[in-house]
């Protein structure tokens, strides 16, 4: 018998029986069951899941926002209570109107109640529920039904909510000319205390002739002619406002002691300007005050504005208030006939031997050194300024008249005075001073522009300026409670034009310390007249 040869092939594995797979595979769907229904029971039970978390998990109740719900929300019973109460107010106007004040006392009574509810969900932060608001919705519209019986149709309701609106926007209207009024008068007034440092002064400069001795070295000082020197000119008649911006100018300044201002007041406010320049020292910088009167060659008989100022139907105008209801009530300020606010057109014929000067505002407050504006070149123009885009010649002036339109561009950029560099030299070269008395003359009716020195500085200075970068004259802070803290920042002078100036009470209050710092606060004088 032969045998078999040995066979070497590896042993095949046994496979498993088909039940013994069925039985782990149950086993496991089995399992993977009893898992899912374990953690959803886990889930579903929320004091498992407070008593598993507490130390770590926090539930937030979210608040009820009346408001929301009222806007978002059509079927809301906050939303239909609030429809309801606005019809019942207008049927109240009605009702009253028609003598009917039984129903408008009913209405009236119901929307108090609406309010009470309203405002007691709002409180408990929780929507109102059906049982609460019901009744009054029931209520308040048997009400309405009944006020439309009563033959308020709609086209009665929309006649009379008619008159009454307009009749609220002429009490509207006439709260804001009132408003605008107030406004006015207060910015012309001069605050109380402002006064009281006037009166000190003027005492001092009446009874210390130590002080008179002082001005008199200062007005024949060498340096008031010198025009190697930084010349400033400031005409006012507010000694705090004018004190602030000399300060401010040397304080941000190298070379302080080579600054010299030149101020012109007025006879009331001489002495005590006076006397506070002497008493007071500003880093070695000179300042020669002197008043408007003592110019006898501004007379009626050079300029026109002087014999303007002194008719007699203009002083009426401002002092007998003799203006028109419709006239704007910021062209009843006083200024407007005061000689200092038109000197900024002669001041050639003021400092006759200067050759270049920096004028400023009394509203202004200096925050870097200027003396750069002295090295500029005005490429032969008279006026360096900083021209505004939004400022354009047709805001001031009437382009009807032919006599402007057929010479002028009604879009050409304006300016602001604030901050001007004068070269004296090619002032006197241009005549501009003779242009303007010529637009003076020509303005003699009040037909080319109302009131005030900036239009006549347009046509005037008109192809005569050098645009000056507008960083250094950044306007507004006396009107505008919006300017940009980057641009007051940035800004060389800062301009509070308008009616908000920083030494009234209603001045703007974000703007204030930037005028309040340059201010010697601690002063016994004003301190004395603060507290007392």
């Known amino acids: 018998m032969r045998r078999r040869a040995a066979d070497y092939r590896r042993p095949v594995r046994r496979r498993l029986s088909v039940w013994i797979w069925l039985l782990l595979a149950c086993f496991f769907i089995a399992g993977f069951i009893l898992l899912l229904v374990v953690q959803n029971q886990e889930y579903q039970d929320p004091t498992t899941v407070l008593e598993k978390n507490a130390a770590t998990v926090q539930f937030t109740h ?20 609030l429809e309801q109460m606005t019809l019942a107010k207008a049927y109240i106007v009605i009702a009253k109107d028609h003598n009917d ?146 300060n401010s100018t040397v304080s941000n300044t190298d070379h302080p002691k080579q600054l010299v201002f030149h101020v012109v007041t007025n006879e009331a406010n001489y002495g005590a300007m006076q006397a506070w320049f002497a008493i007071n020292d500003f880093k070695g910088s000179m300042v020669e005050v002197q008043k408007v009167e003592d110019f006898t060659w501004l007379n009626a008989s050079y300029s026109p504005i002087v014999r303007k100022l ?52 009394d509203d202004v407050i200096v925050q870097k050194d200027l003396t750069p504006l002295f090295s500029v070149d005005l490429h ?25 339109s057929s010479k002028f561009d009604p879009q050409a950029c304006g300016w602001a005075f604030g901050l001007n560099v004068f070269d004296l030299v090619a002032w006197r070269k241009a005549n501009v001073t003779a242009t303007y008395h010529y637009w003076l003359q020509q303005n003699d009716d009040g037909s080319l522009w109302k009131l005030g020195t900036l239009p006549p500085g347009l046509l005037a200075f008109y192809g005569l ?14 009107y505008d409670v919006n300017v940009d803290n980057r641009l007051i920042e940035t800004a060389a002078v800062i301009h509070f034009n308008g009616n908000l100036k920083p030494w009234l009470k209603f001045g703007i209050g974000r703007y204030k310390p930037l005028w309040e710092r340059y201010v010697n606060q601690t002063h016994p004088y004003l301190i004395d007249c603060v507290t007392n």
Not at 63 to 76: G, K, Q, W, Y
């Open 62 to 81: 979210r608040t009820l926002n009346v408001t929301e719900e009222i806007a978002n929300n059509a079927n809301s019973y906050a939303r239909q209570l």
């Open 101 to 246: 004040l039984h129903l408008a006392w009913e209405l009236s009574s119901k929307i108090r109640s609406c309010q009470f509810l309203l405002s007691k969900a709002a409180m408990r932060e929780d929507p109102m529920t059906q049982d609460e608001a019901e009744p009054l919705i029931r209520s308040l519209s048997t009400l309405i039904f009944k006020a439309q019986d009563a033959h308020y149709d709609i086209a009665t309701t929309i006649m009379t909510m008619k008159s009454h609106i307009q009749a609220l926007e002429e009490r509207t209207n006439a709260a804001t000319v009132q408003s605008t009024f107030f406004g006015q008068l207060a910015a012309e007034a001069l605050p109380k205390n402002l006064h009281c440092l006037n009166v000190k002064l003027l005492a001092d400069w009446l009874t210390k002739k130590k002080l008179q001795e002082v001005t008199e070295q200062i007005k024949n000082s060498p340096r008031l002619l010198d025009n190697n020197l930084y010349h400033f000119c400031l005409f006012s008649d507010n000694l705090l406002a004018v004190s602030g911006v000399v």
């Open 310 to 361: 002194t008719e007699a139907d203009l002083r009426a105008y401002y002092f007998e208030g003799s203006r028109e209801p419709n006239d704007e009530p910021k062209f009843g300020n006083p200024k407007y006939v005061s000689l200092l606010n038109h000197l900024r057109f002669y001041v050639p014929e003021i400092y006759p031997r200067l050759e270049k000067v920096v004028f400023l505002d």
């Open 380 to 404: 032969g123009n008279v006026n360096e300024l900083s021209k505004h885009a939004f400022h354009r010649f047709y805001k001031y002036l009437n382009f009807s008249n032919p006599v402007l």
């Open 465 to 478: 300026t050098e645009p000056l970068d507008r960083r250094w004259h950044v306007l507004g802070l006396g």
